[in-house]
């Protein structure tokens, strides 16, 4: 790992408990962590980055996305805008069922890379899509991926198993067996699951949402999990509590802490439906909320409550989602889009949380959702992840006396300047250091063309 002094840094933004800002400093990383926060630091014989103009922040992490949908976006004729979510689903399945390894492989490097272009170090993604086309070896694809971009990468082993006939929403041909799903996350984590503090791979048991597997899909993944002490995560209140409550007599939440899939292990993604009451559970039981911006607005889905689940001490972290819903992949523009929406209904709700609280949400609560102790914030004893941006940009002219909150109310539009991650630097000057770039562009749209574009006429 490596060892890198930045030079006066024009602000750098910690996110630690204190809030500490500091103007015109430095900060010493060694072996991957930080060791020292000051001014005028001297080290000889170590890469020394030149932080003048430049405003250094804890690098942000994602919480939940579905990479495979990169290559399944910008598709206005199947409309998440318009439709209704089942005949969106019916349409957009027709390609998701398609979808092979190669497919997997490049999306996912598209969608990581413009992750870490914005300054996402830590990656968390949603894998379901595991077909006849795809075979099994997806998030091994996927890791593949990420140790090229040098991200630290979450992989979530998604999976249904619920057929149609018995009132699942997802077609057959993306359906597993719980032994098939299970078996897999089994051989998952034991090839890649590192938990030790600085831990670039770590394997989360997801089955995609509970109306689309049997109850037992979701009582075997946390029997597992716990065994194999590792963390869970599946959709929640994102639309079906109508049809868990036909099909169970209960809502979601409740369903789920019937199963033990709750606690500080669990976090669900949306929780657009939640209730005062589910809100309040979920701060009870530690179970955090990936909130995605991107889809709440293009679907219409109603506002989170921040404040409230700030109040009863409910996680909130953020997350893009997949790009059929979202279409981009870069946690600046959900940070500022998240805020806007909180702004939208402040009035109703007698206040917004701050700009500044929302890029916590990103960097502190993510860290706390995933599990990761050192990650979140930049001070002595965690891990170098972080981004910088400069500053001496006609754009930000006029907006540069605040750094804390100038991500997310002025919001930074183009890529970041750098992003480091365990003292490495994975992205600097519009260079992703880990890959040639070009090739990759050339290489992934001839998979786009010949596995997706080609096999479907949705796209003619
Ligand atoms: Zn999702």
Redesign the pocket.
């Known amino acids: 790992m490596s060892n890198v002094l930045i030079k006066n840094a024009k602000a750098i933004i910690s996110c630690n408990e204190t809030d500490d800002l500091y103007w015109d400093t430095d900060i010493l990383i060694k072996d991957g962590l930080i060791v020292e926060i000051g001014k005028n630091i001297n080290q000889d014989g170590i890469e020394v980055i030149n932080g003048k103009g430049k405003f250094v922040y804890p690098g942000l992490i994602n919480t939940?996305?579905?990479f495979f949908q990169t290559f399944v976006r910008n598709l206005l004729k199947v409309d998440y805008v318009n439709l209704s979510v089942v005949d969106w689903l019916k349409e957009v399945y027709s390609i998701f069922k398609i979808i092979d390894e190669d497919v997997i492989y490049y999306s996912s490097l598209t969608a990581m890379a413009d992750l870490v272009k914005h300054g996402c170090t830590t990656a968390f993604d949603?894998q379901y899509c595991y077909t006849k086309n795809s075979g099994k070896f997806l998030v091994d694809r996927q890791m593949e991926a990420a140790g090229k971009l040098g991200i630290r990468y979450h992989a979530g082993r998604g999976a249904n198993t619920l057929p149609e006939s018995e009132g699942s929403t997802i077609c057959n041909e993306m359906l597993e067996s719980t032994d098939e799903f299970l078996s897999d996350c089994d051989r998952l984590i034991k090839k890649y699951h590192d938990d030790s503090p600085l831990s670039m791979q770590q394997i989360v048991i997801a089955p995609c949402q509970p109306i689309n597997s049997y109850k037992e899909t979701f009582i075997e993944s946390a029997n597992l999990a716990r065994s194999k002490k590792v963390n869970l995560h599946t959709?929640l209140g994102?639309g079906e509590n109508e049809i868990m409550v036909e099909k169970y007599g209960k809502r979601t939440l409740e369903w789920c802490q019937d199963i033990g899939f709750v606690g500080s292990d669990v976090w669900f993604?949306?929780g657009w439906e939640l209730t005062n009451n589910e809100i309040k559970t979920l701060g009870q039981v530690k179970s955090g909320v990936s909130h995605?911006p991107g889809?709440a607005v293009l679907g219409g889905y109603p506002i989170l409550d921040m404040k409230r689940f700030e109040k009863e001490g409910a996680i909130i972290s953020l997350?893009c989602?997949?790009s059929a819903?979202n279409d981009g992949s870069s946690l600046l523009d959900t940070l500022r889009m998240g805020y806007l929406m909180q702004a939208y209904n402040s009035k109703a709700r007698g206040g917004s949380v701050t700009p500044y609280e929302m890029l916590k949400m990103a960097t502190v609560n993510g860290a706390k959702t995933l599990g990761r102790d050192k990650l979140g914030s930049l001070e002595i004893g965690k891990a170098a992840d972080l981004f910088m941006i400069d500053t001496e940009k006609l754009e930000l002219l006029g907006a540069l006396h605040d750094p804390k909150n100038i991500i997310s109310r002025v919001g930074v539009t183009g890529n970041v300047w750098l992003t480091m991650v365990n003292g490495k630097t994975v992205y600097k000057d519009g260079i992703l250091t880990g890959i040639n770039e070009n090739e990759i562009v050339i290489a992934g749209q001839k998979v786009f063309n010949n596995s997706i574009k080609g096999k479907s006429s949705i796209f003619n």
């Open positions: 939940h996305h579905h949603h959709h994102e993604a949306h995605c889809p997350g989602d997949g819903t």
